[in-house]
């Protein structure tokens, strides 16, 4: 494989945008989710992403194509929901560890294939670890503040499976992404580093935390700072944001993670803010037209999309990132 930290040293690195906005496109129905192998599933699978990895697995392939197509140069898995946690909602926890490998063996395919059209230009896949449903920090009970639904221990358990499963599917990189909850994220980063010295792995691992509004602070109360001291005491590739808030709004945060972070720093935010309908109107012209300061001001070394992307929001974000010079690392921050 390339070293990926020399290429990011060279150039801006394009991640992929979203899973969900394109499988939307597929219509899906219950029978597609379950497919031959979950018919008498007793519990409804539609919805579940994931779960399409096993049941279509060409479709998300074709997903993946057209991302690497659009000139992604990393992409991400489609494993944002597999945990044990997370598919507890559909009595799936018996397939995780299939999902995981599943999912990193479409995206490695996907990967390999372009990168032998053009070894020039080698692609990368991540794994993609989500933050679960559940919170380390929050009570979800308004009357017991003190009750807590998951524990720090059963998050480190849940996470070292699907990391495990990543690994063993040939994921490039580890991404523990979406962190609302700080502890949560902790949680993964434990597992993987135990996990990676048991293997004697070297896999990178990428950071991207996400803020949920206007007051520049995580789910679970953090600032930027306190998140990226929250989590400084790992040796990490990346640290960014992604989702919740789009590209304008989320640049102040990122300007601020840039000068702070000794690591590479990704940005992908969501093609705007959701309608009253739940969907991203913002086109891949006005999308781009925003995140072009983040590349001119050189405040990112990864850039990508979130919710409401696609590949034309990708690809017109990949030829801008061709224009501009990456972050450079300062090391005495």
Same mark, same amino acid.
């Given at each position: 494989m390339s070293n990926i930290k020399n290429l990011l040293e060279a150039r801006i690195l394009v991640l992929d945008g979203a899973m969900g906005t394109m499988l *939307?496109?597929?219509?899906?129905?219950?029978?597609?989710?379950?497919?031959?192998?979950?018919?008498?599933? @007793?519990?409804?699978?539609?919805?579940?992403?994931?779960?399409?990895? %096993?049941? *279509?697995?060409?479709? %998300?392939?074709?997903?993946?194509?057209?991302?690497?197509?659009?000139?992604?140069?990393?992409i991400e898995t489609n494993t944002?929901?597999?945990t044990t946690i997370a598919m507890a909602d559909y009595a799936l926890e018996d397939v995780v560890t299939e999902l995981n490998v599943a999912s990193a063996q479409i995206a490695r395919k996907a990967a390999d294939d372009f990168t032998a059209k053009d070894p020039s230009k080698p692609r990368f896949v991540a794994g993609s670890i989500g933050p679960t449903n559940k919170t380390a920090s929050m009570s979800p009970?308004?009357?017991?503040?003190?009750?807590?639904?998951?524990t720090f221990d059963e998050l480190k358990l849940a996470y070292r499976q699907q990391a495990l499963g990543l690994i063993e599917g040939g994921a490039d990189i580890l991404m523990v992404e979406t962190v609302f909850d700080t502890l949560n994220?902790?949680?993964?980063?434990?597992?993987?580093?135990?996990?990676?010295?048991?293997?004697?792995?070297? %896999?990178? !691992?990428? !950071?991207?935390?996400? %803020?949920?509004?206007?007051?520049?602070?995580?789910l679970s109360g953090q600032t930027v700072e306190a998140f990226l001291v929250s989590i400084s005491h790992i040796d990490l590739l990346s640290v960014g944001f992604n989702c919740a808030l789009g590209a304008d709004q989320l640049k102040p945060y990122v300007q601020r993670l840039s000068q702070l972070s000794d690591c590479f720093v990704s940005a @992908?935010?969501?093609?705007?803010?959701?309608?009253?309908?739940?969907?991203?109107? *913002?086109?891949?012209?006005?999308?781009?037209?925003l995140l072009e300061p983040y590349m001119s001001d050189q405040l990112i070394n990864i850039i990508g999309g979130c919710c409401g992307s696609t590949p034309e929001h990708i690809r017109l974000i990949a030829d801008a990132a061709q224009i501009y010079k990456p972050r450079a690392i300062t090391q005495d921050v």
């Open positions: *939307q496109a597929y219509a899906f129905k219950e029978e597609d989710f379950r497919g031959t192998r979950f018919q008498e599933h @007793h519990i409804p699978l539609i919805g579940n992403n994931d779960l399409l990895s %096993i049941t *279509q697995p060409k479709a %998300i392939y074709d997903v993946h194509a057209k991302y690497l197509a659009a000139g992604a140069d990393i944002f929901s597999s009970d308004v009357n017991d503040p003190g009750y807590r639904a998951i994220a902790k949680a993964a980063l434990f597992a993987i580093d135990e996990l990676k010295e048991e293997l004697s792995n070297t %896999i990178p !691992v990428m !950071v991207s935390g996400t %803020i949920t509004d206007a007051s520049g602070r995580t @992908h935010p969501n093609a705007g803010l959701p309608n009253a309908f739940g969907e991203y109107d *913002q086109s891949p012209e006005e999308m781009c037209a």
